[in-house]
C-alpha cells in the first residue's frame, strides 16, 4: 500500500506586484487503489497543486506537508519525486528536438530503476505500450512531442505512465484536446494502470466526459486554491449540471 498525503499545502508564485498565494491550506489524502478527480474553474489553482507536488521551481511552497508513504516530498529533489513513485503526465507537454521517444523513455527507465532494462524485453514492452495507445512502433523514432498531434502528446504520456509504473500518477487535464476516440483510448491506458495492485491516481480535469471512462472513488471540488467541497462520482455530474456558482467564495 501506498499513501499520497498532502496536508494544509499553502503555494505561492512570484509576480511583478511580489508573492501571490495560489493555494490556500490544500489537504488531500491518496491511498493506493484510489482514483480522486480534482474539478474547478479556472484559475483555481488545480495544475499549481499537481506541479507543486511534482517539484516545479515556479512555485514556492509556504506552509504544509507532502508526504509518499511517509517520506517528505517537499525536501526531494524532481528526479528523486519521480524514483521515489511520482509521475506528472503534464497538461502541456513540451517538445524535445533531436531526442528520440525511443532514447526518452529509456534514460528515463533506468533513471527510475537505477539500472538500464534490458534491450530485448524493453523493445517489447515499448512496442506493446506504444500498441496499447495506438501509436505505430516508428513512433519510437521521433523527436519527444516535435510535430505530434495534441492526441499523440497525451497518448505518449499514458504510455510513459505505462512504462514508467509509478506508485501514483498525477493527471493534468490530460483530457483536454483530445476527440473521442483518443479520450478511449487514454482512458483505457490510465484504467489498465489503475489495474495494478497499489496505484493511486490524482485526475485534474474541467470536464465529466473522461469521468465517463475513469470511475473516480472521490471528486474534490477545487474553488480559490482550496477544497470546497469532496463527494463520491455523482458529485462531478452535479457540476455538470450546475457549475461551481454554490461553490464560490465558499471553501472549508
Known sequence: MSTLDIKD???SV???????????????T???GETHAIMGPN?????????????HPKYDVTGGSV??????????????????????????PVEVPGVSVANFLRTAKTAIDGEAPKLRTWVKDVNTALDNLNLDATFSQRS???????????????AQLELLDPKVAILDETDSGLDIDALKVVSEGVNRFRAKEGKGVLLITHYTRILRYIQPDVVHV???????????????????????????????
Open 9 to 11: 499545502l499553502h503555494v
Open 222 to 252: 477545487f474553488v480559490a486554491g482550496k477544497v470546497a467541497e469532496s463527494g463520491g462520482a455523482e458529485l462531478a455530474e452535479e457540476l455538470e449540471a450546475n457549475g461551481y456558482e454554490k461553490y464560490l467564495g465558499a471553501t472549508v
Open 30 to 32: 491518496i491511498n493506493s
Open 43 to 55: 484559475g483555481s489553482g488545480k495544475s499549481t497543486l499537481a506541479y507543486s507536488i511534482a517539484g
Open 144 to 158: 519527444v512531442n516535435e510535430g505530434f498531434s495534441g492526441g499523440e502528446k497525451k497518448r505518449h504520456e499514458i
Open 67 to 92: 508526504t509518499l508513504d511517509g517520506e517528505d516530498v517537499l525536501a526531494m529533489s524532481v528526479d528523486e519525486r519521480a524514483r521515489a513513485g511520482l509521475f506528472l503526465a503534464m497538461q502541456y
Open 14 to 28: 512570484a509576480t511583478e506586484d511580489g508573492p501571490k498565494e495560489i493555494l490556500k491550506g490544500v489537504t488531500l
